[in-house]
């Protein structure tokens, strides 16, 4: 009767589910808007970071390349304009790259948990550590936008399904790990900088979310904190 019981739970906590955002946004053939001739208001850092000549004007090749970027992470208008969403993007790469292989520097998940995934919203990286020790990781993540967003706080692995479908918004939830009222880590087939967000659970790479799958198990601890950039 308990197992019924936990069972009964779970399904309940699944029809709450959030999934990701309609996984085709930002998914239009390139050609389909125009390239633009404005120099945005982010074009020097933007150049810099893509390798092209910085001389902060808009060029027709500046324009391809910022348009290839923006299309391969879903950001609309895919038009090559160096404005502040693609700059968000670019700016969150940055900071991610300079965590290195130190992602618990800041010392806030707790490292007397055992082993523990970690979820930083601001620089949306995740990882596993056993105490002070780095099992895995760090990976980039996407989390919930605003309004949806992916809840901070000690939680745990209440629920694992590796094949789930969400009851909510019928997409595929490969690698289901869920740790706080139907908020999960799962693979999202999309790029995990793709703006502006899930509706709250944790995307990741099929990669990652088949290596979280390995190391994880229900009961062990899940700690997320910190503030996604645009919520």
């Not at 090559?80 to 998940?109: E, F, H, N, R």
Request: with cysteine; hydrophobic share 35%; charged share 20%.
């Amino acid at each position: 009767m308990g197992d019924l019981r936990r069972r009964g739970v779970a399904a309940l906590a699944v029809t709450a589910l959030v999934a990701p955002l309609t996984l085709t946004l930002g998914t239009a053939p390139a050609g389909a808007a125009s390239c633009t001739t404005k120099t945005g208001p982010y074009q020097r850092k933007i150049e810099k970071f893509l390798g092209r000549p910085v001389d902060g004007k808009q060029s027709a090749a500046d324009c391809k390349a910022i348009r290839a970027f923006q299309n391969k992470h879903g950001i609309t208008p895919a038009i090559g304009y160096a404005g502040p969403v693609t700059w968000g993007v670019v700016d969150l790469m940055i900071k991610q790259k300079a965590v290195g292989k130190k992602p618990g520097k800041d010392g806030k998940c707790p490292v007397n948990k055992g082993r523990i995934a970690c979820v930083n919203l601001t620089l949306q990286l995740s990882w596993i550590q056993d105490g002070s020790r780095l099992v895995y990781g760090p990976v980039p993540v996407r989390t919930g936008r605003d309004h949806y967003e992916t809840r901070t706080g000690l939680k745990k692995i209440y629920w694992r399904h590796i094949d789930h479908v969400s009851s909510i918004y019928h997409v595929p939830m490969p690698y289901s790990q869920f740790f706080d009222g139907g908020q999960a880590f799962h693979s999202a087939n999309l790029s995990m900088w793709n703006p502006p967000g899930s509706h709250g659970c944790v995307n990741m790479t099929k990669t990652d979310a088949k290596k979280y799958w390995s190391l994880l198990k229900t009961g062990d601890r899940v700690f997320v904190y910190g503030r996604k950039p645009g919520t």
